[in-house]
Structures are given as structure tokens and as C-alpha cells.
């Protein structure tokens, strides 16, 4: 059973940076395609970004290329999310979660409990 643990959400100003990290435990990291999903209030959760199991894929929603980079390290089992020129609307819940397949129809079978992201304006 995969686990996976987010962390590095917080509050921060329009303009500014995070750098979210997912760690995983209990399975096979680099067996993963690895994804990054966001919930806002109010709204549906929508997909983010996945890199694929060796890193050597990635693929952007719209709102967030050019501004969000994903990257893996195998051998640390981590997944992160370096998160520059915030905006307000990138306020949400954000997860990690693992899947065996690739592309927009990949089942993710596996979700951390995500961390906060917050972004005043």
C-alpha cells in the first residue's frame, strides 16, 4: 500500500514562491507516474501536473505552465512542486497521487491528504 505524505503548503503573497513535497512509503516509488491536483472551495478538484516514473515526461495544465515545475528525486521516494509567481486563484488544496498509467485518463489510485496553499492578494 502507497503512502503519500504532502508538505511545504502555507500562506503567501501574489508574486511570491512555494515548494510543495510529497513523500512516498510503501510501495515501489519509481514504479509511479506521479501527479499533483488541486481543490479549490467551492470548486471540483482539477488536475495540476504528473511527471512521468523515470521524470523524463511531464505534462501542464494551462494555468500553471510556465509557472509550476514538477520534479522527482527516486531515490528519495519524493515528488515536488516548485510553485513561482503565485496567484490568488492557485489558492487550494493541493495533492499528490500516484498512477500507473499516463494521461489524461491515468487512474490515480493513490491520494496524500494534501496540504494548504494560500495565496493573498
Known amino acids: 500500500q502507497v503512502q503519500l505524505v504532502e508538505s511545504g503548503g502555507g500562506l503567501v503573497q501574489a508574486g511570491g514562491s512555494l515548494r510543495l513535497s510529497c513523500a512516498s512509503s510503501?510501495?515501489?516509488?519509481?514504479?509511479?507516474?506521479m501527479g499533483w491536483f488541486r481543490q479549490a472551495p467551492g470548486k471540483e478538484r482539477e488536475f495540476v501536473v504528473a511527471?512521468?516514473?523515470?521524470?523524463?515526461?511531464?505534462s501542464y495544465s494551462d494555468s500553471v505552465k510556465g509557472r509550476f515545475t514538477i520534479s522527482r528525486d527516486n531515490a528519495r521516494n519524493t515528488v515536488y512542486l516548485q510553485m513561482n509567481s503565485l496567484k490568488p486563484e492557485d489558492t487550494a488544496v493541493y495533492y499528490c497521487?500516484?498512477?500507473?498509467?499516463?494521461?489524461?485518463?491515468?487512474?490515480?489510485?493513490?491520494w496524500g491528504q494534501g496540504t494548504q496553499v494560500t495565496v493573498s492578494s
Open positions: 510503501g510501495g515501489t516509488f519509481s514504479s509511479y507516474n
Open positions: 497521487a500516484a498512477a500507473k498509467g499516463w494521461g489524461v485518463l491515468a487512474q490515480y489510485d493513490y
Open positions: 511527471i512521468s516514473r523515470s521524470g523524463a515526461s511531464t
